[in-house]
C-alpha cells in the first residue's frame, strides 16, 4: 500500500499526465465529506448497488440450482442466460429507460442483470459439477431426492456460488457508474461525471478510491461468509 502510494506521489510530482497527488485528493475527499456530499452519493450508490446485486443473487441461486438440477428447466433456461450474458448490462441501460423510466427502476435493473447472470453460471456450474459418488452414496443409503439435494449438492455447490456472487459484486460496482448515467442526481458515479465536465481530477479519483474501498470492505464479507459456510473444504 505505501509502495503504491508513494509511486501516485512521484508520478504527479512529475506531473505525469497531470495527476493530481495524494495530498490534494485527501483534501479533495475532506471537503466533499465536510458539505455532506459524499456521504449521500456513497449511501446512493452503496443503495444501488445492494439492492440490484442482492436481488440478482437472490433470482440467480435458486434459477442456477433448477438449471443444474433438473434437464427440462437446463434446456428451458440456459438458451436464455446464455444469450443475454453475451450482451454487456450496459447495452441495455437505453432499453431500460425506455421501458423502465428514469426514476431507480433501471439503475437497479441493469445492475440487477449484471450479479444475475455472474451469480447464475456459477451456481449451474457448481451443480453439475458436483461429484456423481457423493450423490450416489447418498442415495444407495436410502436418502430421497430432497435430502440429496439439501445435504449433498448444496454444501458441494456453495463454494461456486460464492465465487459467483463475488464476481457478480464487482460487476455491480463496474455497472453504477454507467447506470447513474440515467438522471441520477446523487452517487458516486454521477459525481465522477460531473467532475469530468469540468476537468475535476481530484474528485475523480476521490470517486475511484470510494468505489474500490466499498467494493473492497464488501468482497472481504463475502470471503469471511464463505469461510464460514466452506471450511470443510480442503485449501491449499
Same mark, same amino acid.
Given at each position: 500500500?505505501?509502495?503504491?502510494?508513494?509511486?501516485?506521489?512521484?508520478?504527479?510530482?512529475?506531473?505525469? !499526465?497531470? !495527476?493530481?497527488?495524494?495530498?490534494?485528493?485527501?483534501?479533495?475527499?475532506?471537503?466533499?465529506?465536510?458539505?455532506?456530499?459524499?456521504?449521500?452519493?456513497?449511501?446512493?450508490?452503496?443503495?444501488?448497488? !445492494?439492492?440490484?446485486?442482492?436481488?440478482?443473487?437472490?433470482?440467480?441461486?435458486? +434459477?442456477?440450482?433448477?438449471?443444474?438440477?433438473?434437464?427440462?428447466?437446463?434446456?428451458?433456461?440456459?438458451?436464455?442466460?446464455?444469450?443475454?450474458?453475451? #450482451?454487456?448490462?450496459?447495452?441495455?441501460?437505453?432499453? %431500460?429507460?425506455?421501458? =423502465?423510466?428514469?426514476?431507480?427502476?433501471?439503475?437497479?435493473? +441493469? #445492475?440487477?442483470?449484471?450479479?444475475?447472470?455472474?451469480?447464475?453460471?456459477?451456481?449451474?456450474?457448481?451443480?453439475?459439477?458436483?461429484?456423481?459418488?457423493?450423490?450416489?452414496?447418498?442415495?444407495?443409503?436410502?436418502?430421497?431426492?430432497?435430502?440429496?439435494? %439439501?445435504?449433498?449438492?448444496?454444501?458441494?455447490?456453495?463454494?461456486?456460488?460464492?465465487?459467483?456472487?463475488?464476481?457478480?459484486?464487482?460487476?455491480?460496482?463496474?455497472?453504477?457508474?454507467?447506470?447513474? !448515467?440515467?438522471?441520477?442526481?446523487?452517487?458516486?458515479?454521477?459525481?465522477?461525471?460531473?467532475?469530468?465536465?469540468?476537468?475535476?481530477?481530484?474528485?475523480?479519483?476521490?470517486?475511484?478510491?470510494?468505489?474500490?474501498?466499498?467494493?473492497?470492505?464488501?468482497?472481504?464479507?463475502?470471503?469471511?461468509?464463505?469461510?464460514? =459456510?466452506?471450511?470443510?473444504?480442503?485449501?491449499?
Amino acid at each position: 500500500m505505501s509502495a503504491g502510494i508513494g509511486l501516485w506521489w512521484l508520478v504527479s510530482v512529475l506531473g505525469v !499526465l497531470g !495527476l493530481p497527488g495524494p495530498v490534494e485528493v485527501v483534501q479533495r475527499g475532506a471537503e466533499l465529506i465536510a458539505d455532506g456530499i459524499l456521504g449521500g452519493d456513497v449511501a446512493a450508490s452503496l443503495s444501488r448497488v !445492494l439492492t440490484g446485486f442482492l436481488l440478482g443473487s437472490a433470482v440467480a441461486i435458486p +434459477v442456477g440450482f433448477l438449471m443444474g438440477w433438473y434437464p427440462v428447466c437446463r434446456a428451458l433456461f440456459e438458451p436464455y442466460v446464455q444469450f443475454f450474458r453475451t #450482451i454487456p448490462p450496459l447495452a441495455l441501460i437505453p432499453l %431500460a429507460i425506455v421501458i =423502465l423510466g428514469i426514476e431507480e427502476t433501471p439503475k437497479i435493473f +441493469v #445492475i440487477f442483470m449484471a450479479s444475475f447472470l455472474s451469480c447464475v453460471i456459477a451456481t449451474f456450474q457448481g451443480v453439475i459439477g458436483v461429484e456423481k459418488t457423493l450423490i450416489n452414496a447418498a442415495r444407495v443409503l436410502g436418502a430421497p431426492s430432497f435430502v440429496v439435494f %439439501a445435504r449433498v449438492v448444496i454444501p458441494a455447490s456453495s463454494p461456486f456460488i460464492l465465487v459467483g456472487m463475488r464476481i457478480g459484486l464487482g460487476a455491480s460496482w463496474a455497472t453504477v457508474v454507467a447506470a447513474e !448515467l440515467i438522471a441520477a442526481q446523487q452517487g458516486l458515479g454521477f459525481r465522477m461525471q460531473q467532475a469530468q465536465i469540468f476537468y475535476d481530477l481530484p474528485t475523480i479519483f476521490v470517486g475511484v478510491i470510494s468505489i474500490g474501498i466499498l467494493g473492497l470492505l464488501m468482497d472481504r464479507i463475502l470471503l469471511f461468509i464463505e469461510s464460514k =459456510l466452506t471450511g470443510w473444504q480442503e485449501r491449499r
